[in-house]
């Protein structure tokens, strides 16, 4: 078993609605070794694929993307879920993002400034359930004409829909651990 399954068995909590509660490692207190055990896994996924940028979404994919950016040494871009004052719509790629555990639709952006066609992106998450923002980040980056070289998350859901759609909309996704179930408060995981 790997690092972060490991640390899910041990610190995670199952929620009722089915939400997997990881927020004293993973995404409110930070673990910093766990952070570089999952992107140590990324690296080693998608090296050699001459990534420029890392694109995440705030907030909770931040403190990985930034670790994967800053080992890499291209920068690290964040889609906003609110417009900046500073920024009009035409300055904008922007997409809309369902959230279906809050039943809300809202736009998501990116300045044009910060992603050019020769771009080569690797979107990473925190988690992958129902793919919506996973798949608005690679709209964002393929509005822009950039390429999407893959998507790296930290926990899948994998009885989930949104693995099956990014893998259907033709994008690599490598996650570190992947969830078959989260049924009567146990955690299973896919076959490593
Ligand atoms: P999606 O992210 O795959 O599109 O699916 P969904 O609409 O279901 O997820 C909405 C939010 O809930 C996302 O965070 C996602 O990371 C988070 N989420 C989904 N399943 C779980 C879970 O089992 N446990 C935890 N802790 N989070 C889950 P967000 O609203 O964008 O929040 P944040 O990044 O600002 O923290």
Same mark, same amino acid.
């Given at each position: 078993m790997g690092e972060l399954n490991r640390r899910i068995v041990t610190d995670g909590q199952v929620f009722p609605g089915d939400v997997l509660k990881v927020?004293?490692?993973?995404?409110?207190? /930070?673990?910093p070794e766990i952070m570089h055990e999952i992107t140590g896994k990324w690296l080693e996924y998608f090296k #050699?694929?001459? /990534? @420029?940028k890392i694109l995440t979404i705030e907030a909770s994919g931040i403190a990985p993307a930034i670790i994967v950016a800053s080992t890499l040494g291209v920068p690290m871009l964040f889609a906003k879920k609110a417009t900046p &004052? @500073?920024? @009009?719509?035409? #300055?904008l790629y922007t997409t809309p993002v369902h959230s279906y555990t809050k039943n809300v639709t809202n736009e998501i952006l990116v300045s044009k400034?910060?992603?050019?066609?020769?771009d080569k992106v690797l979107i990473v998450d925190d988690f992958l359930a129902n793919g919506e923002a996973a798949l608005g980040l690679a709209d964002l980056v393929e509005q822009s004409g950039a390429e999407v070289v893959g998507i790296g998350i930290? /926990?899948?859901? &994998?009885?989930?829909p949104g693995r099956q759609k990014l893998d259907d909309a033709g994008y690599e996704v490598y996650s570190v651990s992947r969830i078959q179930s989260l049924a009567n408060g146990r955690v299973e995981f896919l076959s490593e």
């Open positions: 927020d004293s490692f993973l995404n409110h207190q /930070i673990d #050699d694929r001459e /990534i @420029t &004052s @500073t920024l @009009t719509n035409h #300055d400034k910060y992603l050019s066609p020769d930290c /926990i899948e859901k &994998s009885y989930q």
